[in-house]
T-cell receptor
Framework: DQQVKQNSPSLSVQEGRISILNCDYT??????FLWYKKYPAEGPTFLIS?????DKNEDGRFTVFLNKSAKHLSLHIVPSQPGDSAVYFC?????????????FGAGTRLFVKA | EAGVTQFPSHSVIEKGQTVTLRCDPI?????LYWYRRVMGKEIKFLLH????????ESGMPNNRFLAERTGGTYSTLKVQPAELEDSGVYFC??????????????FGPGTRLTVL
């Protein structure tokens, strides 16, 4: 059973526009959520995170929104740049695992067209 | 500062053979993790070491997989005997001490394993 779901395998956006990547989760006990970015032939790299006690976290062009009642989070990239083209993974942590075990979604491949 | 390194980058073996993957974490990182991504699906947790001790091995698929971390430095993941469904990309990650929810994990580039 997949606890973190990214239902869009890919997304294509024009340079300068907003990219919105979505993620749904099933376990209401998750207390921390993260987004990772992955380029080909490289490992995932941490991008931005949000605690379950918040509903928004912003870092430069990247903003993550959390809607706990809907068990949904989203990553907004504004403005999108060609270098943002990568696979984005949504991930979550459960307090019972001490914040160590990370549960990932299947990823969304973002294409930013120049 | 060197990141997490993994060896080999690619491995192609036949069903029934044995393969050993190696991971060198960032120096000073007590926590080491193994993950696997199969066929474009989600990245799945396999296990977590704290120094040389297995803290959580709930994600290990079966007893054909053996992970070790002798001396609390590098780690190896052995698959014996390999099956077709073991094909995928195996990622290693490491993080500093601490059990808070924010415990940033740094990933290696992965080992792509193909079992024919």
């Amino acid at each position: 059973d997949q606890q973190v779901k990214q239902n869009s395998p890919s997304l294509s956006v024009q340079e300068g526009r907003i990219s919105i990547l979505n993620c749904d989760y099933t376990n209401s006990m998750f207390d921390y959520f993260l987004w990772y970015k992955k380029y080909p032939a490289e490992g995932p790299t941490f991008l931005i995170s949000i605690s379950s006690i918040k509903d928004k976290n912003e870092d430069g062009r990247f903003t993550v929104f959390l809607n706990k009642s809907a068990k949904h989070l989203s990553l907004h990239i504004v403005p999108s740049q060609p270098g943002d083209s990568a696979v984005y993974f949504c991930a979550a942590k459960h307090p019972n695992t001490g914040g160590f075990k990370t549960i990932f979604g299947a990823g969304t491949r973002l294409f930013v067209k120049a | 500062e060197a990141g997490v390194t993994q060896f080999p980058s690619h491995s192609v073996i036949e069903k029934g053979q044995t393969v050993t993957l190696r991971c060198d974490p960032i120096s000073g990182h007590d926590n080491l993790y193994w993950y696997r991504r199969v066929m474009g699906k989600e990245i799945k947790f396999l296990l977590h070491f704290v120094k040389e001790s297995k803290q959580d091995e709930s994600g290990m698929p079966n007893n054909r997989f053996l992970a070790e971390r002798t001396g609390g430095t590098y780690s190896t993941l052995k698959v014996q005997p390999a099956e077709l469904e073991d094909s995928g990309v195996y990622f290693c990650a490491s993080s500093l001490r601490g059990g808070t929810s924010y415990n940033e994990q740094f990933f290696g580039p992965g080992t792509r394993l193909t079992v024919l």
